[in-house]
């Protein structure tokens, strides 16, 4: 699950961080040229978080800079939880990846102590087992955590990433 989160976020990432820097240059040049109805048919027209926020912002332009603002970060607060979809899923495997080890630690103890009761006696050869579950299972827990805490924090990055480019965009927007 962790492997299909990481690999479709990545991919989706990936597109809107493409989509986002086309949009905010042409967004940019056409305001600069002070062509706003153009780019608020671009915005509109366009499917990316960016263009969704400028189209928020450009949409009431001549409503004054206070609703233009409060339009932006409306609008920013949706696409920033639209880009976080995903990750909670990825938080909570890697916390629940070593639990699920360190249950399978207490299981192989368990398994030790009762090859041990049934025995009467204490051999290496009754508990290997119960200790080998023991350390495998804590094992990939840990890794399966691991694996997946890295691409977590490299995915929020990435959101952040392009949430400081649409707050970048905004703050242009605004001053234009």
Request: aromatic fraction near 6%.
């Given at each position: 699950?962790?492997?299909?989160?990481?690999?479709?976020k990545?991919?989706?990432?990936?597109?809107?961080?493409?989509?986002?820097?086309?949009?905010?240059?042409?967004?940019?040049?056409?305001?600069t040229?002070?062509q706003?109805?153009?780019?608020?048919?671009?915005?509109?027209?366009?499917d990316?978080?960016?263009?969704?926020?400028?189209?928020?912002g450009?949409?009431?332009?001549?409503?004054?800079?206070?609703?233009?603002?409060?339009?932006?970060?409306?609008?920013?607060?949706?696409?920033m939880?639209?880009?976080?979809?995903?990750?909670?899923?990825?938080?909570?495997?890697?916390?629940?990846?070593?639990?699920?080890?360190?249950?399978?630690?207490?299981i192989?103890?368990?398994?030790?102590?009762?090859?041990?009761?049934?025995?009467g006696?204490?051999?290496a050869?009754?508990v290997a087992?119960?200790?080998?579950?023991a350390?495998?299972t804590?094992?990939?827990g840990?890794?399966?955590?691991?694996?997946?805490q890295v691409?977590?924090n490299?995915?929020?990055?990435k959101?952040?990433?392009?949430?400081?480019?649409?707050?970048?965009?905004?703050?242009?927007?605004?001053d234009?």
């Amino acid at each position: 699950v962790g492997i299909l989160v990481i690999i479709w976020k990545f991919i989706r990432l990936w597109m809107i961080a493409a989509k986002t820097r086309q949009v905010l240059r042409d967004v940019d040049e056409l305001l600069t040229q002070q062509q706003i109805r153009e780019a608020l048919e671009l915005t509109r027209d366009t499917d990316a978080p960016a263009a969704n926020i400028l189209y928020a912002g450009l949409e009431r332009s001549d409503e004054g800079t206070d609703r233009v603002m409060k339009a932006i970060e409306n609008q920013g607060l949706i696409e920033m939880s639209k880009l976080e979809s995903g990750l909670v899923v990825l938080a909570t495997l890697s916390t629940i990846a070593p639990l699920l080890g360190f249950l399978g630690t207490v299981i192989g103890m368990i398994i030790a102590f009762q090859s041990i009761e049934a025995a009467g006696e204490v051999e290496a050869t009754l508990v290997a087992g119960g200790i080998k579950v023991a350390l495998l299972t804590t094992v990939f827990g840990l890794i399966v955590a691991i694996i997946l805490q890295v691409f977590y924090n490299y995915l929020v990055s990435k959101v952040d990433s392009l949430v400081n480019s649409m707050e970048d965009a905004s703050i242009s927007l605004v001053d234009i």
